[in-house]
């Protein structure tokens, strides 16, 4: 009876280049995606009714002219009327702590 020695087969492991390949697929698509392919789909996304930005941007210098002399009113009258707010009263600002505290005491 003959002893036959010899190494067993090694079965060649598949998962490491199915995970190479599906990157390599996964990395090519996300570089068409972001260099070919045509913008993402904000316009279905914005709705409809909103305006575009030409129309938002367009003032109109007669509407906007009223108002800013409605403000001008409206400041002036509360300012007569001395409501404009805090203000400060001038004093002296005093110091709290010491003028250098690296000196020693």
Known sequence: MAI???EEKKEFNWLPVLMVVI???AAIFGAYLLFFAESPLIEYIAPSSQKRIS???AIKSDQFKADLDAAKKDIQTKS???ISGPTSSGGAVQNIGRENPF???
Do not use: A, P
Request: hydrophobic share 55%; glycine share 6%; charged share 15%.
């Open 80 to 82: 007569k009327q001395g």
């Open 23 to 25: 990157l390599f697929f």
């Open 103 to 105: 000196l020693s005491f």
């Open 4 to 6: 036959i020695i010899s």
């Open 55 to 57: 129309d938002i941007s």
